[in-house]
């Protein structure tokens, strides 16, 4: 009986390649590649191996950059990221079985962010999969990723590949952004077919993500709620920094006078330190605001989902592509479901049939408020400045200015205390000049999204991760190096989770779970890619590393020594804790 298994009909791996049986002939792999730069496809980030190497080395041939990594999820977050701030779905390949599973967590995680991904994966032959019969990495994976992303596709046949990517593009851009699985089978990948009938079946589609406008009687609605508010705000989300509303919110905010609250990823749409930015005053809000205009922000977790500190009374307004997200957690009074451009385009247009009547208290309340935060808030970074060994705020009280000071730089960030205070220390003043761990609050997202925003927009980038958040991911820091890239990675090493003095309650000589390696010295990792390397212990260390570092646009990596008992359980989460947690830990 003919072994099937992984039989591709063509070379699966291993350089260099060998030159084309037959020259008018062309493989699935290669009709992959045409398809992806029809559709605008110019990076992919993956880990290559059977059977998917020969896709990786066609697409360089076709002038598709190929980001390699050391692992899937990593090059998986560089492909969510490069999504987020390009608009166009970042694409990641991987082989089958755990290279599938390792890059599925990113896609999913894109899904859960609504940022635009598309995983492509080598799969097994199908038969022996079916019967369990045991193949080379067999696993179902259409199945298994289905649940987890916005659509799932496999395709068995070289013919129908330019379908599956224009199909996948479609699902992944349009309407809410999400991850989207395609998987193609090791036969259609080897499957041979005529060069001139490939192309025949190449196309690129019409208008990929239309613009989809909300119902005229909807944006009355809304604009009608919004006029009659004497305590209105504005809260911006990541979904409005993704549809690059800025200059249509920057018109909103100035012609209606409403003060704006930006979540973590939409900080810098509308400047953190304007006049009307109530980013100080998001209890007050909460609490006291009559009406709140949700601008690409879901009313989930991260706002309490419209319960807790929220007023009994306070009306929405919720502007957003997906018609299932309005009344998810509160009745919302005026829904705008359509597109962003188009719904505040829309609100422009009719703003001069409404007069606003937003109370003058209101907004004096909000700048009284902002002003008196912000003095707190200084006095914080001054009086730990000194703080030996450096705390959080102390290491901040540096990193502050010198990124408030280089705008264009994007500022990636994860960890827990490491995640809160950078995002409450630091303003920002450009649009999607911020990625973080974002919805789900996952750590792991650091080195692949400082590689996905580097690569995706030729900027320089800054990674500041609390010293477990590295961890998930440090080894990618090689491709940094490799593809010498202008990322400076900043470590906050308090010696573990949350911080390093975590005790075994059983004293049986290991560390405590949370506890991690305090005396680590991760600027050696960095030598040993080449990168330019620093290890501080004072805020003035870390002020001269940084700058040289930025000015540097090397690879560079900041080992910044804190205290081990700097950074509380949880840091500003630790509410969400079990109950019995909150008593035991540290
Ligand atoms: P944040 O975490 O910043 O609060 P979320 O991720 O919770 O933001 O919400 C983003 C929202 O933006 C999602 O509900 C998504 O459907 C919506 N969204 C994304 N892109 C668009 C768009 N182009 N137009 C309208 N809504 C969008
Ligand atoms: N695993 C994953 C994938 N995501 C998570 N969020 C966690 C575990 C749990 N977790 C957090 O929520 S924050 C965090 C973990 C492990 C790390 C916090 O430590 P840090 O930052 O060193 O990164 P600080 O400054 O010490 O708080
Ligand atoms: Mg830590």
């Known amino acids: 009986m003919e072994n099937k298994d992984n039989k591709a009909g063509g070379c699966a791996c ?16 290669y009709v992959l590649a045409r398809a992806l730069r029809m559709v605008g496809v110019d990076t992919m980030y993956g880990l290559v191996g059977i059977p998917v190497t020969e896709v990786a080395y066609i697409a360089q041939e076709q002038g598709i950059r190929f980001v390699s990594f050391r692992h899937e999820q990593n090059a998986g977050m560089a492909a969510q990221t490069h999504g987020f701030l390009t608009g166009k779905p970042g694409v990641l390949l991987t082989v089958s079985s755990l290279g599938f599973l390792n890059g599925l967590t990113a896609t999913a995680n894109a899904t859960v962010n609504c940022y635009p991904m598309i995983q492509i994966s080598g799969s097994s032959v199908r038969e022996p999969i079916d019967l369990d019969q045991g193949t080379y990495e067999g696993l179902d994976q259409l199945a298994i990723a289905r649940p987890l992303v916005k659509a799932a596709y496999r395709v068995n046949n070289v013919e129908d590949i330019p379908t599956a990517v ?5 699902a992944a851009v349009s309407g ?6 395609l998987d193609i089978t090791t036969p259609c990948l080897g499957q041979v077919i005529d060069m001139s009938r490939a192309e025949e079946l190449l196309y690129t589609p019409v208008d990929p993500c239309p613009a989809m406008p909300p119902a005229p009687e909807a944006i009355d609605r809304a604009m009608q709620l919004i006029a009659s508010a004497k305590r209105p705000a504005f809260i911006i989300g990541k979904g409005a920094a993704y549809a690059r509303v800025e200059e249509q919110m920057k ?10 609250l930006p979540m973590s990823m939409a900080k810098g749409l509308l400047p953190d330190n304007g006049p009307l930015s109530a980013i100080s005053c998001r209890s007050m809000v909460m609490e006291q605001a009559d009406v709140v205009v949700l601008v690409g922000a879901r009313l989930n977790w991260l706002l309490s989902r419209g319960q807790g500190k929220w007023s009994k009374t306070v009306k929405f307004v919720q502007l957003d592509i997906d018609p299932r997200e309005i009344d998810c957690n509160r009745p919302i009074a005026a829904p705008v479901v359509g597109d962003l451009r188009s719904a505040l385009d829309a609100m422009l247009a009719r703003l001069d049939s409404y007069k606003m009547s937003v109370d003058p208290e209101w907004i004096k309340a909000i700048q009284t408020h902002t002003a008196s935060a912000n003095e707190k808030f200084a006095a914080r970074l001054k009086e730990n400045a000194a703080a030996m060994p450096m705390n959080h705020w102390s290491a901040l009280s540096a990193i502050k200015p010198i990124i408030e000071s280089n705008p264009d730089v994007i500022l990636i960030n994860e960890g827990a205390n ?18 973080d761990c974002a919805t789900w609050a996952i750590m ?17 980038v800054v ?14 820091f090689s491709t940094i190096c490799r593809f010498k890239l202008p990322v400076t990675v900043v470590i906050f090493n308090n010696g573990g989770i ?12 290991d560390p405590a779970p949370t506890t991690l390696d305090i005396n680590a010295r991760y600027d050696k990792l960095g030598d040993a890619f080449g990168a330019d390397t620093y290890y501080v212990k004072t805020p003035a260390e870390l002020s001269d590393a940084l700058k040289a570092a930025i000015a540097s646009k090397r690879p560079a990596l900041i080992d910044v020594q804190l205290a081990a008992d700097a950074g509380k359980e949880s840091g500003h989460i630790g509410y969400l804790n079990p109950a019995p947690l909150q008593t035991i830990i540290v």
Do not use: C, W
């Open 463 to 476: 990674a500041i991760e609390g010293d477990s958040a590295f961890g998930f991911s440090g080894m990618e």
């Open 251 to 260: 018109s909103l905010v100035e012609k209606t006078g409403i003060p704006y």
């Open 444 to 460: 792991g997202m650091g080195m692949g999204s400082a590689v996905g925003a580097a690569v995706s927009t030729g900027k320089s």
């Open 166 to 170: 224009v199909r996948a593009f479609r």
């Open 498 to 509: 949350y911080n390093g003095v975590g005790e075994n309650l059983g004293k049986d000589g």
């Open 418 to 435: 490491t995640l809160d205070d950078t995002r409450d220390a630091i303003d920002m003043s450009m649009p999607r000049h911020r990625v």
């Open 14 to 29: 291993g350089a260099p390649r060998p030159a084309p049986q037959y020259p008018d002939q062309v493989t699935g792999m």
């Open 176 to 181: 809410r952004p999400g991850g989207v699985y």
